[in-house]
């Protein structure tokens, strides 16, 4: 069971980009699905940042099977509205059988 974290504001910070939701985690697969929802925002080589409210975020990540396990603020006093989602997507088990038979 992968899992992801996922940080983001629930207040905006400013108003030109009031939003800010990092990601870290994701496989590639994931990545490339996560396009689909035209979100934006730029990567480095662990995190993905998005420029849209959480709630974006993470009902995309849902679509794709992530369910939320666990979530927190941050305790430092300026970013009080920030909060930390973790996320785990299930796969099923490959089948023992089927590399067996190849």
Request: aromatic share 12%; net charge neutral.
């Amino acid at each position: 069971m992968p899992y992801i974290i996922v940080r983001g504001n629930l207040a905006s910070y400013d108003n030109r980009y009031p939003w800010r939701v990092l990601v870290s985690g994701l496989k590639a697969d994931d990545l490339e699905q996560l396009q689909r929802f035209n979100c934006g925002g730029y990567c480095d080589n662990c995190t993905i940042v998005y420029l849209v409210h959480p709630t974006v975020i993470l009902s995309a990540l849902e679509v794709l099977g992530y369910h939320v396990v666990a979530s927190s603020s941050t305790a430092v006093k300026q970013d009080y509205n920030e909060y930390m989602w973790t996320m785990r997507k299930e796969f099923s088990e490959p089948d023992p059988n089927s590399k067996a038979k190849s």
